[in-house]
């Protein structure tokens, strides 16, 4: 039983309708579902509050990276066919409004949150979003630290119309460079601009393009016979994992390195993936050997050389550095692990059994203690509110405060590592 399925691709820079056709075998005579994998152009892209991503195609979606399409109104009732883009709303300020997902279509906008139509919506989009044109191309989330304030990217032809959340107002940006977008999708702290069945990952301050696109977006955002993100992924078992180093800044983002990439973690409901440590820190080429966050600044140790980083929408490194170790914190020899604590200003310095206090705030940097530690070999190490974690292979060691660690004659029992932590197999 053979049918046709007709895909109107959507283009912004035409009013001409393409039309494809593709052949879908459905055996057991259920009428006809779009493949995602015979190369589709989604008309939207967003996840939901729980992290699940939805792709929007005419009157169906799918829900993931794998699997067959459904009709929309399987999740979103109130919807009748198509959308024009739609993104999940970063508020954390009004936790009214954040993660809802907004659904645009003509003239409206529906809020949806866990998939109910939120009351009073639909609504006309201006009234939501004074400033921002109707018929839109596609929508996407920009939260501050990625965009300079908490934002939404809305892109209509070759215009962006960059929307200011707490001021609600609009600043408008023309990229030529970047390939018409049916839809826009933010993942972990990435941008990709779908069109067609290819994407292309852009930089949603400047609009930048770097690396080599457009790219298949079969081999990388759904799971397809064929198509392959550079061949069968396996994941590490968590009894072999081990870390480079580990950090959280003052935003709260968490970084993981691992040889040549870096994984952020505390974006685990959207999922957890590894990119190169290159793409945010591009003159560090050969990994890291720790890492530790003060004031707005991410440090970045290996060998006898210290990067230093400043956070923002992207990652800036500060004017003449790196330096060595010597010059910048006073101290030589390898570095294993470093950490500073939530509010702080001591750098806590691990090498071998040794753990060293430098007062980040002193210039030159003072050392104020240097301390024998319970157990060496240790790999990486953070601190947050509820304290300190140092990993050692698969397993970690949690204290409550640096104090504690320095007094420790002897390791506490070694926790382990899991696949909520890091993503690895348990």
Request: hydrophobic share 35%; net charge negative.
């Amino acid at each position: 039983n053979f049918q046709f399925f007709l895909c109107a691709n959507k283009h912004r820079s035409t009013s001409i309708l393409l039309v494809s056709v593709i052949l879908i075998s459905h055996p057991d005579g259920d009428s006809a579902l779009p493949d995602r994998c015979a190369g589709i152009e989604f008309d939207a892209i967003t996840p939901d509050d729980k992290g699940q991503t939805f792709f929007f195609k005419g009157d169906h979606v799918w829900k993931g990276f794998e699997g067959d399409a459904q009709p929309s109104s399987q999740y979103f009732k109130e919807l009748n066919g198509h959308v024009d883009a739609a993104f999940r709303m970063h508020n954390p300020e009004n936790q009214g409004d954040h993660d809802h997902i907004y659904l645009f279509l003509d003239d409206k906008v529906f809020s949806y949150f866990e998939h109910t139509l939120e009351e009073g919506y639909p609504k006309e989009i201006q009234e939501d979003f004074p400033g921002v044109p109707t018929h839109l191309d596609a929508a996407v989330e920009c939260p501050k630290g990625e965009c300079v304030t908490d934002s939404v990217l809305f892109f209509k032809g070759p215009d962006v119309h960059v929307y200011d959340i707490v001021t609600k107002t609009v600043k408008t940006k023309t990229w030529p460079h970047l390939p018409a977008c049916t839809s826009v999708f933010r993942w972990l702290e990435h941008y990709y601009c779908f069109h067609g069945h290819n994407f292309t990952r852009f930089q949603p301050v400047t609009g930048e393009v770097t690396g080599n696109y457009p790219k298949d977006a079969r081999r990388y955002f759904m799971r397809c016979p064929d198509f392959g993100h550079g061949g069968e992924r396996t994941t590490l078992k968590c009894s072999d994992f081990k870390m480079d180093a580990i950090t959280t800044d003052d935003t709260g983002r968490m970084y993981m390195f691992k040889g040549s990439n870096y994984m952020r973690l505390d974006t685990h409901r959207d999922g957890l993936h590894a990119f190169p440590i290159t793409r945010s820190w591009k003159e560090l080429t050969n990994g890291v050997d720790a890492v530790f966050s003060y004031n707005d600044r991410i440090y970045l140790i290996k060998g006898d050389q210290v990067y230093i980083y400043k956070a923002g929408a992207h990652f800036t490194l500060i004017e003449g550095y790196p330096k060595t170790l010597k010059e910048e914190l006073n101290i030589e020899g390898q570095v294993d692990a470093a950490f500073v604590c939530p509010g702080q200003r001591t750098a806590h310095i691990i090498q071998g059994r040794k753990i060293t206090y430098i007062n980040l705030a002193a210039t030159p940097r003072e050392i104020t203690l240097d301390a024998p530690l319970p157990f060496g070999d240790i790999d990486a190490a953070f601190c947050l509110s509820d304290g300190i974690k140092i990993f050692q292979g698969s397993n970690y060691y949690h204290y409550d405060s640096p104090m504690l660690l320095v007094m420790s004659r002897i390791a506490p029992i070694p926790l382990k590592v899991t696949s909520a932590m890091v993503g690895c197999e348990d």
